[in-house]
C-alpha cells in the first residue's frame, strides 16, 4: 500500500523512565584487578518458585520460572536446588538450610519467584500458606529478606539474591502490616518491594569470610510492579535471564547485567525496568558456558546483545523518545532502538529532528508488520529467508534483517532466468519478484539507507511495470517517499529533485477517474516535497507548483466522502500560502492561509485530534502575527496572541515541553510587536518573560537552532525595551541575545536566518548610537545590515532587501549630518529612491510615503550643502508625493514636515530665479503646514512657520509693491510673536518687532498714511 507523506510538527514528550541496572548470575570467577588468572568457584543456589497460593491470588509462572532457573544454573555448574509452593514454616526452614549449605562455597545464589510486599523498610517473601491475618505477624508468619542477606553476607564471599517478587499487592488495599505480633501497624507499599534497608553495608559481613561483595537483585524498580507474563509462560525477568544467563562467554558480570536489564525494558514497552544493588568489589565472569543458538538464530541473537549493551548507554532523553514514538504508533521499541544504532554517530542532536526520525521511522515499521503476510511465494527457500528477516526486525537487529533481504535478492536473481520458460507464470512471478525487493527497500528504510531503499523499490517497480499498474504506483511513491527522506533528513536536494521527477512518474502509473485515491496521494505527496525543495531555493517557483499540486488533491479530497484528508490538505495549503505570503510579501495570500486553516479545523477538531488542532492553533496564531505585523494592526495581533494561548492549552510543559516552548516563543513574538505598536511596557515585559521561559526548554544542547531563534526574539524585545526607556545596559543585553543567535545562526547553516539576525543586531545598534551621538556605533550598524544584504537580494527576498536598504539609508543620513558630507547624503538619496522598487503606492501605500518623505529630506539637505537647485526640485516632488497618503488627521507630524520644508524649497527655488509664483506657493505650503501647528499657538513650530510666512509676503510685496501683501507679512509676524516671546526668546521677539514696523512702514508710504508709520 502506497504511503501517505505529510509534514507534521513532531511531539517530544518527556516521560520520567528510571534506567536501572538488572542483575543475573552463574558459576564464575572473580578476578581483582590486574589478577593473573580467574579460578574455578564453587556455586550453591536455592530456587524457590511459590505459585499456588492457598488464600490468596494464584500466579501462573513462578513454577515455570523456577524450574527453568534451576536447571540452567545446574547447566552453568551451580548445586542448584528447587523448591515450590512452601508455607512459612518450611520456607524458613528451607532458606535457614541454604545458609548452612552454603559455607564452604564462594557464591550463593538465591532466586525467588512469587508474591513479595514491603512495609517499614523490611521487604518479605509471601509464603503459599499466607493470608490477610498474617499481616499482623509478619515477622512470624511472612519471610522477612534482610535477615536472609545478613546471613549470606556473613557467610560466603559473594551473596547474590535474585527477586521476581514485585507483582502486585495480593492484599486488600490499604492494608497495614504490624512487623510483630501486638506492634503499631506501619502503612504497606501497594505495589512491588522496597529498597532494601541496610542489606548491602559491607561492614556487616563476618570478619571469618573474605567478603567480595552482595548483589542484590529486583525484577523491577523498588516500588513498582512486575509482569507475570503469559499463562504457561515465563515472567519477562525470567525469560531475561534464562536468555542471556549464559550470553557472554568470558565477558564480565555486569554486562550480562545490562542485557537483562534492556531485554526486561523492551519486552513489556518501557513499562518494567530490573533494577540491582550491587557491591562486587572485584570483576566477575562466566565460568561454564551454556551452548546457544546457531546459524541465523545466532546471529540474530547475537546482534540483539549488541543492541541492549547499546541501549544501555543512551541517555534518558533519547529513551524517552523512543518510548513514546513507539507508543504513539504501537510499534514495539526493538525496531525503533535498531534503527538508532544503525545510525550511529548520525543520531540528530536536536530533540524535535529525532522525534520526527522516529515518528517516519514508526510509521514504516507499522507499515512492515501489516505487510509481514502479503509475500506470497511458491519458493520455500524466500519463504524461509522472509520469516527470518522478519524475525530479525521484530528483535531490532537490522544488519542480519538486511543479509537475509539480500539472500532472498539473490534468490531472485536466480529464479527469473526460469520465469521466462513459463510465460503463463510471468506475471506471478514477476510480482513475487518484486515483493522480495520491496521488503529488501523496507528493511533499509529502517536501517536509515534510504537511497539504498529507493534503488530497491525501483527494482520492484521494474519487475511489476509491464503487469500490473496499482503495484507499479506503489513501489514508485515508495521510492520517491525514500528520495524524500534521504533528501529531507541529510538536506541533499538532488534527492529531493530526484523525488520530484519519481512522484511525476508515479502519476503516470494512476488518473484521477480510475485511481482516484492513488493519484490524489501523489499529487499530496509531489505538493509537500516541492515545498521542501522552495523553502531550501530563492524565489518562489516551487512553492507555487506545490500549491498547484496541492490543490489538485483537494479536487478529489472532498469533505463529506474523505473528510480527514481534506483537513490535513487544507492544512498543507495553508502552510504554503504562509511560505508565499512572507517570501513574496503579499498579504491576501496570509489571509488566505488562515482561512484554510480555520477550514481545517472544522474537521480536525480539539475534540478529535487535540495535538492536531493545537498545532493549526499556533499556525494561525503566527499568520496572524505576521498580518498584524505588515499592516500595524492591534486587533490581528490579539488575535494572534489568543491563537497561541489556546495552543498551550494542549501543549503543556510537562505534557509537550518543546511544542510548549515553542508556542512560548511565538507568543513572545505577538507579545513583542503589540508592544511596540501600542508602546506598552507591559506587553514587552510578558513577551520577554515568555522568551526566557522557553529558554529553558528549548536549551542550545537540545535544539540549537531553536534556541537561536529564541535567542534572536528576545534581543528583539529587549532593545524595544531599551529604546522605549533609553537604558544602555538592556541594549547591551539585546546585544548578547543577537551575537548568542548568531553562534548557531551561521549563514552557511540558515543563510536567511542569519541575514535575519544581522538586521535586527543593526537596527538595535542604530538606536543604539542615538542615545550618545555615538558613530562608531552608526558604522557597526551598517556593517550588520551590509551583512544581511549578501542574503537578502531585490530578486530573491524583495520586501527584506527593501527594508534593509532603507535602513541603511537613514544610517547613512545620520551619518552625513553629523559629517556635513554631501556624498552620504547623495548615497542615502539613492537607497531610498531604489527602495521604490519594491515599495509602490498600490501595495504598501504607507511605506511608500515613508521612502519618499525620507527621500525628500536627503534630498533637501544634499541640495542646501550643494546649491544644487536639481535636488531640491526632486524633495519638493518627494514631498508633494508623500503628502498624498499622509494626512493632518493620520500623520500630523509626517504631514507638517512636508509641508514646511516643501515650503523651505519653494523659498530658495524662488528667491534663486525669481519667480515670484513659488514664494506664493511656499506661503500655501507653510500655511497648510499651520492646520497641525495651529494645535498650540506657543509652540516653536507655530512660530518659525509664521515668521516664515511673514518673511515670504515680504519678500513679494518688496517685489510687487502692493500694500496687503505687508500687511498680511505684518500679521504673520504678530502671531509669531505668541512663540517668541521677550522673556523667553528675546532675540526672535526683536526681529519680529523690526520686521512688523518694517512692514507698517512701507504700508505707510504705500499708502500715505503716517498712523502706521508711528505704531512701530
Known amino acids: 500500500m502506497a504511503m501517505r507523506l505529510v509534514r507534521l510538527t513532531i511531539k517530544s514528550t518527556r516521560m520520567g523512565v528510571a534506567v536501572a541496572a538488572a542483575l543475573v548470575l552463574c558459576l564464575c570467577a572473580l578476578v581483582p584487578a590486574q589478577a593473573e588468572e580467574p579460578k574455578a568457584l564453587k556455586g550453591v543456589a536455592l530456587v524457590i518458585g511459590e505459585q499456588n497460593y492457598l488464600h490468596l491470588g494464584k500466579l501462573t509462572n513462578p513454577g515455570n520460572d523456577a524450574r527453568e532457573i534451576q536447571k540452567l544454573l545446574t547447566d552453568l555448574g551451580f548445586e542448584a536446588r528447587l523448591v515450590a509452593d512452601r508455607d512459612a514454616k518450611k520456607l524458613m526452614r528451607e532458606l535457614q538450610r541454604f545458609t548452612e549449605d552454603a559455607e564452604g562455597a564462594d557464591v550463593a545464589l538465591l532466586y525467588y519467584s512469587g508474591h513479595g510486599i514491603e512495609a517499614g523498610g523490611e521487604n518479605f517473601l509471601v509464603p503459599v500458606d ?18 536472609i542477606v545478613d546471613k549470606l553476607k556473613a557467610t560466603v564471599p559473594v551473596a547474590i539474591v535474585l527477586l521476581d517478587a514485585c507483582r502486585s499487592n495480593p492484599f486488600p488495599t490499604g492494608a497495614s502490616v504490624r512487623l510483630e505480633s501486638g506492634g503499631l501497624p506501619v502503612a504497606m ?49 525470567a525469560a531475561a535471564l534464562l536468555k542471556h544467563l549464559s550470553a557472554m562467554q568470558g565477558d564480565e558480570f555486569g554486562t550480562v547485567l545490562r542485557l537483562v536489564a534492556e531485554e526486561v525494558y523492551l519486552k513489556t514497552g518501557g513499562k518494567q525496568q530490573p533494577w540491582v544493588n550491587e ?227 508515479a502519476l503516470r502509473f494512476a488518473s484521477r477517474d480510475d485511481d482516484g485515491e492513488d493519484w490524489a496521494l501523489a499529487q499530496n505527496n509531489l505538493g509537500v516535497a516541492l515545498l521542501e525543495l522552495g523553502e531550501r531555493e530563492r524565489g518562489t517557483g516551487r512553492i507555487e507548483e506545490a500549491l498547484a499540486a496541492q490543490r489538485a488533491a483537494l479536487e478529489f479530497y472532498s469533505r463529506e466522502k474523505y ?95 518543546l511544542e510548549w516552548a515553542n508556542t512560548q516563543t511565538n507568543l513572545g513574538a505577538a507579545l513583542r510587536l503589540l508592544g511596540d505598536l501600542e508602546n506598552n511596557d507591559r506587553y514587552l515585559e510578558q513577551a520577554a518573560e515568555a522568551y526566557r521561559g522557553a529558554l529553558e526548554e528549548r536549551s542550545r544542547e537540545k535544539v540549537p537552532l531553536d534556541w537561536a531563534t529564541t535567542q534572536n526574539n528576545l534581543g528583539n524585545t529587549l532593545s524595544a525595551l531599551a529604546k522605549r526607556r533609553k537604558d544602555r545596559e538592556l541594549y547591551q543585553q539585546s546585544f548578547v541575545a543577537y551575537r548568542a543567535a548568531l553562534e548557531e545562526r551561521t549563514r552557511e547553516r540558515v543563510p536567511l536566518d542569519w541575514a535575519q539576525t544581522e538586521y535586527n543586531l543593526g537596527f538595535a545598534l542604530q538606536d543604539y548610537a542615538d542615545l550618545d551621538d555615538d558613530v562608531a556605533v552608526l558604522h557597526q550598524s551598517l556593517d550588520a545590515y551590509s551583512a544581511a544584504m549578501q542574503e537578502w537580494t531585490e530578486v530573491q527576498t524583495p520586501k527584506d532587501w527593501a527594508s534593509t536598504l532603507f535602513n541603511m539609508a537613514l544610517v547613512d543620513r545620520k551619518l552625513a549630518e553629523r559629517s556635513a558630507d554631501t556624498a552620504l547624503f547623495q548615497r542615502s538619496a539613492d537607497a531610498m529612491r531604489q527602495t521604490l522598487r519594491y515599495y509602490s503606492r498600490d501595495r504598501v501605500p504607507r511605506d511608500w510615503a515613508s521612502a519618499q518623505i525620507n527621500l ?138 523690526f520686521n512688523i514696523g518694517y512692514c507698517l512702514q512701507q504700508l505707510g508710504d504705500a499708502t500715505s498714511d503716517t498712523s502706521r508709520v508711528r505704531t512701530h
Open 189 to 237: 507499599n501497594t505495589r512491588g518491594l522496597g529498597m532494601p534497608r541496610g542489606a548491602m553495608a559491607l561492614s556487616s559481613a563476618s570478619a571469618t569470610v573474605k567478603s567480595l561483595g552482595t548483589v542484590l537483585g529486583f525484577a523491577a524498580e523498588p516500588g513498582k510492579a512486575a509482569l507475570d507474563g503469559p499463562t504457561g509462560g515465563n515472567s519477562p525477568y
Open 856 to 993: 525628500a529630506y536627503v534630498s533637501l539637505m544634499a541640495g542646501q550643502a550643494r546649491s544644487d537647485n536639481a535636488m531640491l526640485e526632486q524633495a519638493l516632488s518627494a514631498y508633494t508625493a508623500a503628502t498624498e497618503v499622509y494626512t493632518p488627521a493620520d500623520d500630523p507630524v509626517d504631514w507638517s514636515t512636508a509641508k514646511f520644508n516643501s515650503g523651505i524649497i519653494l523659498e530658495k527655488l524662488g528667491s534663486d530665479s525669481n519667480a515670484t509664483n513659488r514664494l506664493i506657493q511656499g506661503v500655501v505650503s507653510y500655511r497648510l503646514a499651520l492646520i497641525v501647528y495651529g494645535k498650540d499657538k506657543t509652540s516653536a513650530d507655530w512660530a518659525a512657520t509664521n515668521k516664515n510666512i511673514g518673511l515670504l509676503l515680504q519678500t513679494i510685496a518688496d517685489r510687487e509693491r502692493k500694500p496687503d501683501r505687508w500687511a498680511e507679512a505684518a500679521s504673520a509676524f504678530r502671531a509669531a510673536l505668541s512663540g517668541y516671546r521677550r522673556d523667553n526668546a528675546p532675540a526672535d521677539w526683536a526681529s519680529m518687532q
Open 279 to 505: 557491591s562486587l568489589r572485584s570483576m566477575l565472569y562466566f565460568g561454564m558456558p551454556v551452548e546457544g543458538p546457531k546459524g541465523v538464530d545466532g546471529e540474530i541473537l547475537t546482534e540483539r546483545r549488541k543492541l541492549l549493551l547499546t541501549i544501555s548507554t543512551l541517555p534518558s532523553g533519547e529513551r524517552q523518545q523512543v518510548e513514546t514514538a513507539a507508543a504513539d504508533s504501537g510499534v514495539p521499541m526493538d525496531a525503533l532502538y535498531g534503527m538508532l544504532r544503525a545510525l550511529g554517530s548520525d543520531v540528530p542532536d536536536d530533540p524535535a529532528k529525532l522525534g520526527q526520525l522516529l515518528q517516519t521511522q514508526a510509521e514504516k515499521v507499522k507499515a512492515l508488520m501489516a505487510e509481514r503476510q502479503a509475500l506470497k511465494t511458491t519458493d520455500p527457500e524466500i519463504v524461509r529467508l522472509s520469516g527470518l528477516a522478519d524475525k530479525a526486525v521484530s528483535e531490532g537487529a537490522l544488519e542480519t534483517a538486511i543479509k537475509l533481504h539480500e539472500e532472498a535478492k539473490a534468490r531472485v536473481a536466480s529464479l527469473e532466468g526460469d520465469v521466462g520458460n513459463a510465460e503463463a507464470d510471468v506475471k506471478a512471478r514477476r510480482i513475487e519478484f518484486a515483493e522480495v525487493y520491496g521488503k529488501s527497500a523496507a528493511a533499509y528504510q529502517l536501517s536509515f539507507d534510504y537511497l539504498t531503499a529507493a534503488a530497491d523499490y525501483e527494482k520492484a517497480f521494474q519487475q511489476v511495470e509491464r503487469w500490473d499498474d496499482g503495484l507499479a504506483f506503489s513501489y514508485l511513491n515508495s521510492e520517491a517517499l525514500s528520495l524524500y527522506r534521504h533528501g529531507y533528513f541529510k538536506g541533499d536536494n538532488a534527492a529531493l529533485q530526484r523525488a520530484i521527477d519519481t512522484y511525476h512518474r
Open 130 to 147: 499466607a493470608s490477610v491475618d498474617a499481616l499482623d505477624d509478619a515477622e512470624e508468619k511472612l519471610v522477612p529478606l534482610s535477615g
Open 563 to 657: 473528510p480527514d484528508d481534506w483537513a490535513l490538505t487544507q492544512m498543507d495549503i495553508g502552510n504554503i500560502l504562509s511560505t508565499l505570503g512572507v517570501r513574496d510579501g503579499d498579504s491576501d495570500k496570509l489571509v488566505a492561509a488562515i482561512a484554510a486553516y480555520t477550514l481545517s479545523l472544522q474537521e480536525r477538531t480539539r475534540n478529535r485530534d487535540p495535538i492536531h488542532w493545537a498545532r493549526t492553533q499556533q499556525n494561525i496564531g503566527t499568520t496572524f502575527s505576521l498580518l498584524g505585523n505588515r499592516k500595524n494592526d492591534a486587533g490581528l495581533l490579539r488575535q494572534s496572541i489568543g491563537a497561541y494561548r489556546s495552543a498551550l492549552e494542549e501543549f503543556t510543559r510537562d505534557r509537550e515541553p
